[in-house]
């Protein structure tokens, strides 16, 4: 009797055990889940994960055993792998050649899926590659140095894991397909090789949601969400399922700097979410110590509850949007500032400085509001670009902001 009710207990226990790892994560594991996967991401160890970099590499042989933790189906060509390589033109005006044959450097996508026995897929991405030592696409001004990308983008890329913990336990009647993006920041390589090279099919594909820099969440709670204009599904979601008093603010165009543009130009209806630009922006000092985690949380849980709200619906419908950035003004001269693009007032806020430019050298600060430049009144992002537009190198011009209430006026020279 007494090895009978010892077998039973043992069955007991290892059924409890089984029964709690089978369950969706608390908050407080997906918080200490994200903390991990951003310190591991963003360590110099890593040496900030230059695309065909050791680091990288590391990086998405961490990313390929998460997922298989998680229980994701390998959906690379490569198990959870989908190698591509990028021969650099020698001629200047020349775009990159992307395939599989060639010389060049190569980067690997980090692929996986939960299949619903659905015959539609939401593709949830984020890039996971950065900078590395700098170089091109690099603020920083100095020695060279580790970039390691907190914030861009291991903060999505944790995000990205956190979803697929999620989504594996809960009931949907759509399948999940989970892509970290490598290249994004040399010209988003991964995700265009991915459309043109699916390893899915790609007209069952119901909508992309992608994760760019959504670990610096302000006081404020803001939540930058780009493309809404892409399905007319999606507007009506957003405050419905605002649980959070999130500062929602709303982009219509399908097209921006990062990889959710490559599944919009094949007619797929598309989201970006975005936390703000800020000073440590392709700067070695994008470290995870300055990761808002708490708000990283935020973003996954307003994604998990939109997702479960649009799965409700049949296929979404895609709608074709405005490329704003086709219709950006082109201009030769810099204000030398980091606009707040997640100000949603009167004229342009801003949220960082360089040193020795224009802004700074005229006495301007972060969080001052630029309301006129010359003659043209600046009420938005876009009145800011088309007035900057109209100076050259060497012109004088009077900027007027607001800071704390109170106009200033100065004089800029470009």
């Known amino acids: ?69 998680i229980g994701l189906s ?89 979803l697929a913990k999620i989504f594996k336990h809960e009931k949907h009647s759509s399948n999940f397909l989970f892509i970290a993006f490598s290249g994004e ?53 957003f405050d419905l399922m605002n649980y959070d008093s999130l500062k929602i603010v709303t982009s219509e165009s399908g097209v921006g700097p990062s990889d959710h543009t490559s599944f919009y130009l094949q007619d797929l209806p598309v989201l970006h979410f975005f936390t703000g630009q800020h000073e440590d922006y392709h700067k070695p000092s994008d470290d995870s110590n300055l990761i808002n985690y ?13 997702v479960d709200q649009l799965d409700i619906e049949s296929k979404l419908a ?13 201009f030769t001269v810099s204000l030398g500032v980091i606009p707040d693009y997640l100000y949603d007032g009167k004229g342009m806020r801003i949220d960082g400085v360089s040193a020795d430019k224009p802004a700074e050298v005229a006495g301007m600060k972060k969080g001052d509001i630029v309301i006129q430049m010359g003659d043209s009144t600046i009420v938005d992002m876009m009145s800011y670009m088309n007035a900057l537009s109209a100076f050259k190198k060497g012109d004088e011009t009077t900027v007027s902001y607001q800071r704390d209430g109170q106009k200033v006026d100065v004089k800029v020279v470009f």
């Not at 200490?32 to 310190?39: F, I, M, N, P, Y």
């Not at 001629?91 to 450097?105: F, L, Q, R, S, Y």
């Not at 897929?121 to 920083?140: E, K, R």
């Not at 119901?206 to 892409?230: H, S």
């Open 1 to 69: 009797m007494k090895e009978k009710a010892r077998y039973s207990l043992v069955i007991l226990i290892g059924s409890l055990l089984t029964f709690g790892c089978d369950q969706t994560p608390t908050d407080i594991q997906l918080k200490d889940g994200l903390e991990k996967d951003v310190s591991y991401l963003a360590a110099d160890e890593l040496g900030g994960r230059a695309i065909g970099s050791d680091g990288e590499e590391k990086a998405a042989e961490y990313l390929s055993d998460q997922f298989q933790k």
């Open 318 to 330: 895609f709608t074709k949007t405005k490329d704003s950035n086709g219709d950006s003004p082109r």
């Open 74 to 162: 390998p959906k690379g060509t490569e198990g959870f792998f989908q190698e591509f390589t990028v021969s650099k033109p020698t001629n200047p005006h020349e775009e990159a050649v992307i395939g599989t044959d060639g010389e060049g450097v190569t980067g690997r996508n980090v692929i996986g899926f939960i299949d619903n026995k659905s015959d539609k897929t939401i593709v949830i991405g984020a890039h996971f590659d950065h900078l590395g030592m700098g170089g091109q696409g690099s603020l920083h001004r100095g020695d060279s140095a580790i970039h390691n990308g907190a914030d861009d983008n291991a903060s999505g890329t944790a995000a990205l894991l956190a």
């Open 294 to 306: 708490d708000g990283l949380l935020l973003v996954v849980k307003y994604i998990d509850r939109l």
């Open 185 to 237: 920041e040399n010209g988003l390589w991964g995700s265009n090789y991915f459309v043109k090279n699916p390893t899915i099919d790609l007209s069952t594909v119901n909508y992309m949601i992608n994760m760019d820099m959504v670990g610096r969440m302000n006081e404020e709670k803001t939540l930058a969400i780009n493309g809404v204009g892409t399905s007319p599904s999606f507007n009506p979601t």
